[in-house]
């Protein structure tokens, strides 16, 4: 099956700088999801992006998909960015295969 | 647009009760939704697929004797934990597709926190 990786598996940011996070896909994908996961556990959509680039506010995503990965770009991080980001890739079937997460702390 | 709600939110239960999680789109209409299951600091893991009207799609190791789920109309989703252990204790998740648009975007439910004591 689809591989999904995303990296860095941590980081650590003061208040204000920009990030950078990548995700990996083995193979070819219908689509891709990028999501952020709150400390309450709630799930927030944040791109569907299956090639090109996206922007909204502080973030942007690209996704070059002949390469199999997506980037995911957050500038000027503010301490409510804090969270998981996790990347999604719909495989054949159009379910949702995930990779393990980006864990982002932002400190003020 | 395109807001999924969960209810309850949390819920403590007693081992061999059982337990139902109803999954709701509020303001969209939804043939497929997802069930989803997430560990302590790991991603999501598919539990099954339910069709309005049909039959849900279980994964590979999901007891559906143990998971029940109907999904009745297109705007409701229930998963059924039947005679729950400490072991089901979790964090259960659900996800719908809109209808309308035609994409194949999923868009997910706060979450519901079991506990079983």
């Known amino acids: 099956g689809i591989q999904v990786e995303q990296s860095p598996p941590d980081l650590i940011l003061q208040e204000g700088a920009n990030s950078t996070l990548r995700c990996n896909f083995s193979?070819?994908?219908?689509?891709l999801q990028w999501f952020h996961q709150n400390p309450w556990g709630q799930l927030i959509n944040l791109f569907y992006i299956p090639s090109g680039t996206k922007q909204n506010g502080r973030l942007s995503a690209t996704t070059v998909a002949t390469e199999r990965y997506s980037l995911l770009y957050i500038s000027s991080s503010q301490t409510t960015d804090s969270g998981v980001y996790f990347c999604a890739v719909q495989d054949s079937n159009y379910q949702l295969i995930w990779g393990a997460g980006t864990k982002l702390i932002i400190k003020p | 647009g395109a807001v999924v709600s969960q209810h309850p939110s949390r819920v403590i239960c007693k081992s061999g009760t059982s337990v139902k999680i109803e999954c709701r789109s509020l303001d969209f209409q939804a043939t497929t939704m997802f069930w989803y299951r997430q560990f302590p600091k790991q991603s999501l893991m598919l539990m099954a697929t339910?069709?309005?009207?049909?039959?849900?799609?279980?994964e590979q190791g999901v007891e559906k004797d143990k998971f029940l789920i109907n999904h009745a109309s297109l705007t409701l989703s229930t998963l059924t934990v039947t005679s729950a252990h400490p072991e089901d204790s979790s964090f259960y998740i659900c996800?719908?597709?809109?209808?309308?648009?035609?994409?194949?975007?999923?868009?997910f439910g706060p979450g519901t926190r079991l506990t079983v004591t």
């Open positions: 193979d070819s994908v219908n689509n």
């Open positions: 339910s069709n309005e009207g049909s039959k849900a799609t279980y």
């Open positions: 996800s719908a597709r809109d209808r309308g648009t035609g994409s194949y975007e999923q868009y």
